[in-house]
């Protein structure tokens, strides 16, 4: 009976000890309130909406730096992908029913369009 009351106590107080450092370490340092976001996805897919405006969907998202981004045209209308920001080199008709993806290891937030829907804008952050 003494050996389990000393066992019992033991696996309480690791336990207790695990919770401790899990509640007061292993991230960033920062202020508890202030918990860092999550990490972005490593992958990410992006399709298009035909209900009026056409768009990207999501038209704003993030994604781990060295991550892939896949587009898929799952709308009845040709799109395609041109860069708006000069931190890459996207220029790729997306056809209907069309895919294409591509990866993009440095940080940084980029931008692109649909060039012939105008308006048909959105874009991702690389962190
Ligand atoms: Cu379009």
Redesign the pocket.
């Known amino acids: 009976m003494r050996v389990a009351y000393e066992l019992f106590r033991r696996v309480t107080l690791s336990m207790l000890v695990i919770a401790l450092m899990a509640a007061c370490g292993g991230d960033d340092g920062g202020n508890p309130g202030d918990p860092s976001p999550p990490a972005p996805p490593t992958s990410i897919d992006i399709t298009?909406g035909a209900s009026p405006p056409?768009r990207f969907i999501p038209a704003s998202t993030t994604l781990a730096s060295g991550g892939t981004v896949r587009w898929t045209n799952g709308s009845p209308?040709?799109?395609?992908l041109v860069a708006t920001t000069p931190n890459w080199q996207l220029n790729e008709p997306l056809p209907i029913g069309g895919n294409f993806q591509t990866t993009i290891s440095q940080a940084g937030t980029y931008g692109y369009e649909?060039t012939?829907?105008p308006g048909?804008v959105a874009s991702i952050e690389v962190r």
């Open positions: 298009t056409p209308a040709d799109h395609d649909c012939i829907h048909m």
